[in-house]
């Protein structure tokens, strides 16, 4: 009996057949800023070219649409951000339909990275702020919002094509909240791209895997190594048919970076 999504052991997935060595490295997410990066590090050690090329760009829900919605922001105590993009595309709704929130206005970050993002809108030290702190930020994000359930109306800032694991747990647990969708995920035309040029291609959410199936029909046949981090990144390279090179996180490998290195290190003796 296959397994189902979310059940798998995603070690049991990964390619048995033996490593060989990579030249050319694709990094589906747009170049690092500055000269300092893991991977620049990664292509000086081990003498291979790291390239970067985004798969997928992020577009906003305008105003006119998100009102279609028909939410009103300031029903809403508590905000839930999962993101740097919901952070920007909740404070530019908020400018298009020119809401102020409460300085009451609670706000719930799955990482304290996320938390801090929030200076570049408001006065961090003046409002509600609360996050995770641990490696388990999605389970103490899910303890932050119970100790404030029944104080607080939430609203979850999300994407069009978003993971169900907060609306899910909201639901079943009884909050009240709704779910604000501000922004989409779309692929990026690479119809000109040469993606065959490359030996390993690594992705970081199901939206860059489909944005491949999109612009590559003939993703199949490509003699590429394909990398993932995440469980629902992994997911959906292996219900596209396509077997898994390399992975994080797992036990061993905590990082794309590290597991990619650890690929580079054992193909270099």
Known sequence: MPQKVGERNYEDFLSKTPKTKLKNILISQPQPEGLKSPYFDLAERYKVNIDFQPFIQVEGVPGREFRKQRITLNDFNGIIFTSRNAIDHFFRICEELR?????ETKFFCTSEAIALYLQKYTQYRKRKVFYGESQNNNKELRNLLFKHKDTTDFLYICAESRKDEIPSFMKANGFAYAEGVMYKTVAVNLKQFNIEKFDMVLFFSPSGVASLQQNFPKFK??????????????????DAGLELQLMAPLKSQPSIVVALENYLKETSK
């Open 221 to 238: 046949s490509y003699k590429i190594k394909w990398g993932v981090y995440g469980t629902t990144t992994a997911d959906a390279i292996i």
């Open 99 to 103: 809401v102020k929130m409460s300085q």
